[in-house]
Structures are given as structure tokens and as C-alpha cells.
């Protein structure tokens, strides 16, 4: 459900891009072949809201005192009601890493292309390598779309080459066989292929980092390890900040519940079940909030990101055991 008003307002949004090439259509098939991936965004407010119903109606038919009555105690019951939400989060995390993501990715590249015009002077930015210049709008594995490639000698330009997609191999790039080419020295003997190494900062970007897989995370981080430049530290950190968040995602799901399932517990009287669900949501809410505060902080600090990911998550179990030592 989440999912579905989330695409509504992406469509309405994309609507604004809209053109011969990128119709309604294809607007269609970007919010709908995008929404898998996005949905990671939600897992953790949907599965405590569902926890949150599911316990809540228990409690009204009387269910929960009758476990309690034959031995169950409160933190046990709200463990094995978290089982389908952590079942449902891991499903998910891992369909995202196998499918989903790459489908998102995938998705992004055929709007860029579909879209009329380039991206913004501002968003291209130029590699050099020898006497070779490449720019590119996005790169999924090991596919460049919306290249550029420029081939200087003595402070000269030799050639200009322009492509939709280019293949990377090893320290080769392979060019789309409909690429475009213009020789300032009117040499005609061209070949679809150029040499160039592209370095691992390039590779990937800050708002890219949430959508590459925690293999080729790690990958990376494992990368930029051993460096001290301040830039490959950024980079770490923020690598360190996608990692931890996913990896990490059952277990925040998991304390969400204990804590705000502690709430159910409570006399029907104090509140009602709408009241304790809406305050769950907004929890869920504020606790993401002061994850992301929390790692800002660290990061900019230099301190250990997975502590900052780890903080609301041990504040809240604080409060668990104060919570579940009153009920």
C-alpha cells in the first residue's frame, strides 16, 4: 500500500518530463518497474504498522490474555509476531540485491534515454586518462550510457566519439555499434574500442550509493581500506553508511516492534488501537529520522559510521526494558 501511494506521486512528479519519446507510457513502466526497489524505503514502517494491526486486533478478541494466562510472557509474544515481518524484510532485501535493483537501475537508464536533451553541464563530469577524456551519465555493472569520449595528442583533439552505451573490459571500452565519431585530422581508419582505465571513485556516486549491492559494497569498501586521502575516507564512510543501514534493517525492524508492541500491552482503557497505531507510525518515523542524524554526525566527525547506525537502535531497547519492566 505504501508502494502504491508512493507511485502515485512519482507518476504525478515524472509527468512533468514528458515528451514524444518518454509518453505516458513509458512513464507507466518507470514508477511501475521502480517500485520493487523503492519499497525498501517502507519495509520497516509496513511491517510495524502490520504488527501493530495484527496485535492490536488480538488484543481486542482477547487472544493476547489467554496467552499470557497459559504462560506466555509479553516480550515472548511480541517475538514470535515479529517472525513474518523479519521474514518479509529478509525476502525483501534479498529479492532487492537478486532482481529488484537491478530492474530499478535498468529503468533509470531508459527514462535518461527516452528523455530529450542531455543531462545538466552541471551533473557531466569528465575522466582523464593519458591523453583521453570520457564522461558519462550512468554506469550499471559494466555498461556506460550517454558516453563521450574525446582523444587528444600534443594538446591536440584527434577524435570525438559519441555513443548511448559503451561495454567496459578490463582496461578497454567497447562502443555501441551505431556510435557517432568526428576526426579533427582526418584520419578515417577508426575502430570501436579505446583504451581507458576508469578509476573506482567514478564508478560510483553519492546519490547512487543506496542502489548498488552489498557484494560490490563491500567490494569497495575493502577498496578504499587502506587509503588516507580525505576523499576516499568520504567515500568509505558513505559506502559504510549503505551497508550497515540494509544489513542492519531486520534488526531495527525487530526493535521497532518490541519496543512499540510493549504499547499494546497496556489497558484499552489508557488509549485506543487507533491511537497506539498512529503513535507506532510516528515512531517508526522519528527513529528513522535520528538514524540518519545520528550517522550524519558520525560521518562528519569521523567517527565509526556502524555506531551511529546502531544508536536509536539502543536507545529504543533502554526504553524496551523500562517498558516491559511495567508491564
Not at 206 to 231: A, C, E, M, P, T
Not at 276 to 286: E, L, T
Amino acid at each position: 500500500m505504501f508502494g502504491v501511494l508512493d507511485s502515485i506521486f512519482i507518476f504525478i512528479s515524472e509527468l512533468e518530463n514528458i515528451s514524444n519519446k518518454y509518453n505516458v507510457l513509458n512513464i507507466f513502466k518507470y514508477v511501475l518497474n521502480s517500485m520493487p526497489h523503492r519499497l525498501i524505503d517502507f519495509i520497516d514502517g509496513a511491517c510495524l504498522l502490520g504488527v501493530m494491526i495484527s496485535l492490536g486486533i488480538s488484543h481486542q478478541e482477547g487472544n493476547l490474555n489467554v496467552l499470557r494466562s497459559s504462560g506466555r510472557s509479553p516480550l515472548s509474544i511480541i517475538f514470535i509476531s515479529s517472525i513474518g515481518a523479519l521474514i518479509l524484510s529478509l525476502s525483501l532485501i534479498i529479492l532487492d540485491e537478486v532482481w529488484f535493483q537491478k530492474i530499478y537501475l535498468n529503468s533509470k537508464v531508459n527514462k535518461s534515454i527516452l528523455i530529450e536533451g542531455n543531462a545538466s553541464p552541471n551533473e557531466i563530469k569528465w575522466i582523464k586518462y593519458n591523453e583521453s577524456f570520457l564522461s558519462f551519465e550512468n554506469i550499471i555493472d559494466d555498461e556506460l550510457y550517454k558516453v563521450r569520449f574525446i582523444k587528444t595528442k600534443n594538446k591536440q583533439i584527434e577524435h570525438y566519439i559519441k555513443s548511448d552505451t559503451a561495454t567496459i573490459n578490463k582496461e578497454k571500452i567497447f562502443f555501441d555499434a551505431d556510435f557517432q565519431i568526428k576526426s579533427f585530422n582526418g584520419n578515417k581508419n577508426f575502430i570501436d574500442s579505446e583504451i581507458f582505465e576508469i578509476p573506482i571513485q567514478s564508478k560510483i556516486s553519492f546519490k547512487n550509493i543506496d542502489h548498488i549491492k552489498l557484494r560490490d559494497i563491500q567490494g569497495y569498501r575493502k577498496v578504499f581500506s587502506n587509503s588516507s586521502l580525505k576523499k576516499d575516507i568520504l567515500y568509505k564512510k558513505h559506502l559504510d553508511k549503505a551497508f550497515y543501514k540494509k544489513v542492519l534493517l531486520p534488526f531495527s525492524i525487530l526493535v521497532l516492534v518490541i519496543y512499540f508492541g510493549s504499547l499494546i500491552f497496556t489497558s484499552l482503557r489508557d488509549s485506543t488501537l487507533g491511537g497506539r497505531i498512529v503513535v507506532a507510525v510516528i515512531g517508526a518515523f522519528i527513529y528513522k529520522l535520528i538514524q540518519d542524524l545520528s550517522i550524519g554526525v558520525f560521518i562528519s566527525y569521523g567517527l565509526p559510521v556502524l555506531i551511529g547506525v546502531l544508536i536509536p537502535s539502543i536507545i529504543l531497547i533502554a526504553f524496551s526494558i523500562f517498558s516491559y519492566k511495567k508491564i
